[in-house]
């Protein structure tokens, strides 16, 4: 597989603005409540002894980064993404939480990232379905198991929405799917779900990686749960984000999506509301004998 062949382009596959605030913000709630969700740092992971250099892929702000090296301080840990702002302020938080051993870059994921061979004993991406074209996960794959050391891990962890009791949320969240499938940004054949966790085990086993595991969780953010409230605001931010590409695939119009959307927010803001999320976490091993 070839990567776009120039950044512009790359930039142009992330379905919200990479150099939004309103993104930056809405991710930094979303990475504590993953973390929070999933049961911590590397909740899968029962044995670090053996885990000194970390990369995160698409990082964001830099908040599992940081939180990483802050338990972590012997480990030195990484954060990529194509973002200058979500980097520009993972480094100056790195800087005020006085975390030497986090570090940051500007690089494309959707490119063949600047490190040398065997430079990581984990590669770690979360939700990085938004940006990641089908057609490059296999490039994508090939350079993570090409960067990560003999023995060491990779280890994705993915989304998919699941049901809630309010339709015009439904109706929001199948748009959604139509216009991915429509773009070909989706590896579901119907476009009636985002389709990353049944290839996601059968992609690293393509890619060479060895002892595969999965572990999957739900996340209950109906009314009064926990995970509500940090989760209502990620579904006001990334409804609202998300327009400017559902409008650009002309599944729906801008007078549409924008009554749908107050439709959407107003059941999300019930005391009625109930819904799920499913999270998959699939890591696996490069080959002990492979260099």
Request: aromatic residues 10%; glycine residues 6%; hydrophobic residues 40%.
């Amino acid at each position: 597989m070839t990567a776009p062949d120039s950044q512009n382009e790359s930039k142009n596959t992330y379905l919200i603005d990479a150099e939004s605030a309103a993104e930056m913000a809405r991710l930094l709630d979303q990475e504590r409540l993953m973390t929070e969700s999933m049961g911590g740092i590397f909740p899968e992971l029962t044995d670090l002894s053996e885990i000194f250099d970390v990369l995160d892929v698409a990082c964001g702000p830099g908040g599992w980064v940081h939180e990483v090296a802050h338990t972590y301080p012997k480990m030195e840990v990484v954060g990529i993404d194509i973002s200058q702002r979500m980097i520009s302020y993972a480094r100056a938080h790195a800087q005020v939480r006085k975390l030497p051993n986090a570090t940051f870059h500007v690089m494309d994921a959707l490119q063949p990232l600047d490190f040398p061979d065997n430079s990581f004993d984990l590669v770690n991406a979360r939700i990085i379905f938004g940006f990641m074209l089908p057609k490059i996960w296999p490039q994508f794959l090939a350079d993570c198991k090409r960067m990560v050391r003999p023995g060491g891990i990779i280890r994705l962890v993915e989304v998919e929405t699941g049901p809630t009791n309010q339709p015009a949320i439904e109706t929001y969240y199948s748009l959604i799917y139509t216009s991915m499938a429509q773009a070909k940004r989706s590896f579901s054949p119907t476009g009636r779900y985002l389709g990353m966790h049944a290839i996601m085990k059968p992609m690293l086993r393509e890619a060479g990686f060895q002892d595969i595991q999965y572990k999957a969780m739900i996340l209950d953010y109906s009314f009064g749960t926990p995970a509500y409230e940090a989760t209502r605001q990620d579904i006001i931010s990334v409804l609202k984000l998300i327009q400017p590409f559902l409008i650009q695939t002309k599944i729906v119009s801008q007078e549409e999506i924008e009554k749908l959307y107050e439709q959407a927010i107003e059941e999300v803001n019930s005391e009625e509301f109930c819904g799920i999320t499913y999270l998959l976490t699939v890591w696996g091993r490069k080959p002990a004998e492979e260099t």
